[in-house]
Nanobody, 119 residues
Framework: QVQLVESGGGLVQPGGSLRLSCAASGSIISINDMGWYRQAPGKQRELVAV???????NYADSVKGRFTISRDNAQKTVHLQMNSLKPEDTAVYYC?????????????WGQGTQVTVSS
């Protein structure tokens, strides 16, 4: 009942910036936590950043100070601003939303968007 569409990935040079977006659609009543995860080849998926319904944010130590997560409740969208990108940031990035849709709880994942940081 809920679908997430990601955009904004691509190839950037070290030190560059990208802005990821994830837009939700469906019979959404409310959204609780919104987050970004990433998975590099051969590695486990890891939490990058989360933002609660109250606006509280948490970041992985590896991205703290460089990445910023934000949400637009009216647009049902979560963003991840990534600055000072490093090669180790290269991964597929997935958004994740938890909330209520159609009078039921949901937890949905985006399709993933590739971020490659390379010269």
């Amino acid at each position: 009942q809920v679908q997430l569409v990601e955009s904004g990935g691509g190839l950037v040079q070290p030190g560059g910036s990208l802005r990821l977006s994830c837009a939700a659609s469906g019979s959404i009543i409310s959204i609780n936590d919104m987050g970004w995860y990433r998975q590099a080849p051969g590695k486990q998926r890891e939490l990058v950043a989360v933002i609660t319904s109250g606006g509280t944010t948490n970041y992985a130590d590896s991205v703290k100070g460089r990445f910023t997560i934000s949400r637009d409740n009216a647009q049902k969208t979560v963003h991840l601003q990534m600055n000072s990108l490093k090669p180790e940031d290269t991964a597929v990035y997935y958004c994740n939303l938890d909330g209520i849709a159609g009078w039921r709880r949901f937890n949905s994942w985006g399709q993933g968007t590739q971020v490659t940081v390379s010269s």
